[in-house]
């Protein structure tokens, strides 16, 4: 039992982040601590405390303390720092012996430290990778329901629509489709396959307590997939959270929603967090007159549960579990002027299982870990589009799939004072689909099955080395193989390079390659929503290839006081060698999907502009600009539906102790190709370009928030999404040419209550 004991301490391990600890006395001492929304301190785990201008670098443990050794510098300033809050800067004199660091939530800047004051988001200064991250503030300051409605203040992300009835939410980053953007939730991949589709929603937003967005190819450590870039979800967390939070939702469309996290601090080594979501879309909205509802009637219950255990020789055990049941029902709400019988009715049913664990020990004085991840989840699905009755006309699509994904990571450092880290692992993942098309329309033959499952695994290996000489550079390369049972050999090299070559100056730059198994049906879901025959061998599409380069550059000004100002600018382009093309171009009568034969590429160039004019009031402005071609039947072509640019100007303003807050953001939508019918390439049209208004009020009470809002303020909607709608059992249907909002002007309320306070 001892030998099998000492066999998984060495064996099994969390993600940790090594630190690097002095050895050597007289040393300085001390804490590091935030205030909970209890505004009782908090610890902080994994802060970052240096000397400036050294590179030797201490974590703090789970009580926020750290011991780093004493600088023989008179008068030394010492940093404590940590992701998703603003550094914090101490002079310590020759006689200081112990210190405490007090970090607030908000913008990290070079030289800044914006004391008291919580932002809604920021461009992280210690990232290699260009990174953008929405805190808790960020998220409050939209109706926030879920993810697909989180990124409303920002260009990096564009959300819309898959198709006119479904009311599935997609998102574009870098000029492609999300697919290409890998999910992941506190590091584990998630909202892959049949889940990608509604994933979005999947996860309520006060569920969150932030979320990073990374652009292009990210680490080697989590998988070949990401390709345009990376998001990566953090939950609340058991012993950061209070005994309850509340917040209730309802809007003028008539949908509610309730959200509950209860959590749970045994002792200083046990805790939990339960959350619980519940909404409803209740009435159908028919305000286009086109005898189709504008939106579906959804019905969502979700549940999840996360545990924490300390245990006393620095292990840690993080484990939880979720579920999820939801049913959409949209489609005709009346037969219109043609008297059709039956009604066009969609039905889609989903139920989700998820499960994970994370158990890890650091060793050597935590200047070295050895990590262990596994999760399991399942998914079963079941779509109607047409006459849902038991052997009705239409298109259907059954599937359901059980996945397995696991992670082993080494970390250390070597050579002096532990400017070289590096990290290997080996990884295996594991996808069993079973996922049957069904078209039976009878429009074009007697019926069409079109088998999508597969059983695919994956094992690799990686390697990843960090090269961080000073506070100036930091340089990394990694690479992983991969074997794969249906495609073969995968290898995926990586580079990042960070550069601060001025006190406030920051230069990135990035290349790899990155690779995705291709889901048809999930993908494109409005391939169910029109009336074409789908033209397609799964068995000859090959593995997705592409190649991500990029490059950027921020520059951040202090100002008076607390105040800044930040000025960022980014180019990325990604090549595909090899994609999964959808065709809806070739004729009207069809959608091709082929492997890519000839040039595929998307051009995307960003500008972020921030500034605090005054105290506590924040203007944020940001433009993107997106090129994406891609090669098809008829040749090389604008890829259709993909926005030219896009441009935000948000405006946030708070009272002193922030009792009343202000938040106000105007977008201007540029144009898109509109995909054509004939095969004619020539013919093509563009889209509107079009505005959208959000605004938003909150009165902060000590443990209540109330707050007011309105979306699409202009009250703009895409005119006719939907083609032939009165004849949709015809062959002209067609709902999957989405390019704007389906619906108009929104008003919502709601509160958020926080009750107990953290042990």
């Known amino acids: 039992m001892k030998t099998l004991y000492t066999f998984l301490k060495y064996l099994l391990v969390l993600f940790f982040i090594p630190a690097v600890a002095a050895a050597v006395p007289p040393k300085i001492t001390g804490k590091v601590f935030s205030f909970s929304n209890s505004e009782k301190q908090q610890p902080l785990e994994f802060a970052s405390v240096y000397w400036a201008g050294s590179s030797t670098v201490v974590m703090t443990n789970e009580k926020g303390a750290f011991s780093i050794e004493r600088l023989s510098t008179q008068n030394a300033k010492l940093v404590a720092s940590l992701t998703g809050y603003t550094s914090d800067t101490l002079d310590i004199a020759s006689d200081v012996e112990e210190v405490t660091f007090i970090l607030n939530e908000g913008m990290m800047l070079e030289g800044a430290n914006v004391a008291g004051r919580k932002r809604g988001g920021f461009i992280s200064k210690l990232a290699s990778v260009k990174s953008e991250v929405i805190t808790m503030e960020g998220l409050s300051k939209m109706a926030c329901c879920n993810l697909a409605e989180s990124f409303e203040n920002t260009a990096t992300i564009s959300v819309g629509y898959s198709d006119a009835v479904s009311g599935a939410r997609q998102i574009r980053m870098l000029g492609l489709a999300g697919t290409y953007t890998q999910m992941l939730d506190e590091n584990i991949p998630t909202s892959i396959g049949l889940a990608s589709t509604y994933g979005l929603s999947y996860t309520p937003g006060p569920w969150l307590e932030s979320i990073q967005i990374s652009k292009g190819t990210t680490s080697v450590i989590n998988g070949y997939e990401s390709i345009a870039g990376q998001i990566n979800m953090e939950h609340r967390k058991p012993d950061r959270s209070n005994p309850l939070f509340l917040n209730l939702f309802a809007s003028s469309e008539e949908r509610f929603e309730a959200n509950a996290i209860s959590a749970a601090q045994f002792n200083e080594r046990l805790s939990t967090v339960v959350f619980a979501h519940g909404s409803a879309d209740t009435k159908l909205h028919d305000d286009n007159d086109d005898s189709f509802a504008d939106l579906p009637k959804v019905r969502q219950l979700n549940v999840g549960n996360r545990w924490l255990y300390k245990m006393k020789n620095d292990w840690q055990l993080r484990f939880g579990l979720g579920f999820l049941d939801e049913r959409r029902e949209g489609g005709q709400v009346s037969h219109g002027e043609m008297g059709i019988t039956p009604l066009y009715e969609t039905r889609i049913d989903n139920r989700h299982f998820n499960a994970y664990a994370k158990l890890g020990i650091p060793f050597n004085g935590k200047a070295s870990s050895l990590g262990w991840i596994a999760s399991y989840h399942y998914h079963d699905e079941d779509a109607r589009y047409g006459s849902i009755r038991p052997n009705g006309t239409g298109k259907f699509f059954n599937g359901n799939e059980s996945g397995l994904f696991t992670n082993l990571i080494f970390q250390s450092f070597f050579g002096g004072n532990g400017q070289h880290k590096y990290s290997v692992g080996a990884s295996y993942k594991y996808d069993k689909l079973s996922a049957l098309y069904n078209d039976r329309l009878m429009l074009y033959n007697a019926g069409q099955t079109i088998d999508f499952g597969r059983d695919e695994s994956t094992v690799g290996t990686f390697a990843e080395y960090t090269y961080s000489p000073g506070e100036h550079l930091n340089v990394i390369i990694g690479a992983r193989y991969d074997y794969n049972n249906v495609y073969g ?111 595929s590429y998307a051009n995307a160039f960003q500008i972020d502009f921030s500034i605090d004019p005054i105290e506590r009031f924040t203007i944020f402005a940001t433009f993107r600009y997106t090129d994406t071609k891609i090669t098809v039947s008829h040749g090389k072509v604008e890829k259709p539906l993909i926005d030219r640019y896009k441009g935000l100007i948000n405006l946030a303003y708070a009272t002193r102790f922030e009792k009343w807050k ?45 707050y007011v809002g309105a979306e699409n303020i202009g009250n703009y909607t895409q005119k006719n999404p939907i083609i032939d709608p009165q004849n949709p059992f015809g062959t002209q249907f067609d709902a999957s040419t989405v390019w704007g909002p389906l619906m108009g002007r929104k008003f919502y309320m709601g509160i958020r209550l926080t009750l107990g306070q953290l042990l």
């Open 662 to 706: 202000f938040d106000f953001t105007a977008q201007l939508n540029g144009k898109s190709r509109i995909p054509t019918r004939d095969g004619n390439m020539d013919s093509s049209t563009y889209s509107e370009v079009y505005p959208m208004f959000y605004a938003q009020v909150t009165r902060k009470f000590k443990r209540l928030d109330i």
């Open 489 to 599: 050999s995968l290898f995926t090299p990586r580079a990042h390079l960070k550069y601060n070559f001025l006190e406030n100056s920051s230069f990135r730059a990035s290349v790899g390659r990155g690779y995705r198994s291709a889901y048809v049906i999930p993908d494109n879901m409005g391939i169910l929503a029109n009336s074409r025959q789908l033209v397609v061998n799964p068995n000859d599409l090959k593995m997705e290839e592409a190649r991500t380069y990029g490059l950027s550059f921020t520059q951040t000004f202090p100002l008076s006081g607390t105040r800044t100002a930040m000025f960022s600018i980014d180019a990325f382009r990604s090549d595909f060698r090899n994609q999964v093309v959808v065709d809806t171009e070739h004729d009207a009568f069809g959608i091709y999907v082929y492997n890519l034969d000839g040039d």
